[in-house]
Nanobody
Framework: QVQFVESGGGLVQPGGSLRLACAAS????????MRWYRQAPGKERELVAS????????NYADSVKGRFTISRDNAKSTVYLQMNSLKPEDTAVYYC?????????WGQGTQVTVSS
């Protein structure tokens, strides 16, 4: 059974930092590309960052480039999103996704709120 445990969300002031974690189980984590998405109220879900199975290639949305860093630890079946210099427009529910050739799985989401 595929399961995700997302953690690290919360309330932070503008300019602050958060580190999201998504711990996976029930599938062969290391062969899946991992992605972080976010969805703000009234907006479509958008891709924030992605990382290949081996962790050698990463990609970012222009809106977060230079501020967010995606990483993974295959030994722990966990993907991370380090978010620095947070802005109010980063407020959203953040989701992890395991993306494979023939299947993909979504986490349950964690709320990030950036506000003073």
């Amino acid at each position: 059974q595929v399961q995700f445990v997302e953690s690290g969300g919360g309330l932070v002031q503008p300019g602050g930092s958060l580190r999201l974690a998504c711990a996976a189980s029930g599938f062969r984590f290391s062969i899946y590309s991992m992605r972080w998405y976010r969805q703000a109220p009234g907006k479509e879900r958008e891709l924030v960052a992605s990382i290949t199975g081996a962790g050698t290639i990463t990609n970012y949305a222009d809106s977060v480039k230079g501020r967010f860093t995606i990483s993974r630890d295959n030994a722990k079946s966990t993907v991370y999103l380090q978010m620095n210099s947070l802005k109010p427009e980063d407020t959203a529910v953040y989701y992890c996704r395991a993306f494979g050739v023939s299947s993909d799985y979504w986490g349950q989401g964690t709320q990030v709120t950036v506000s003073s």
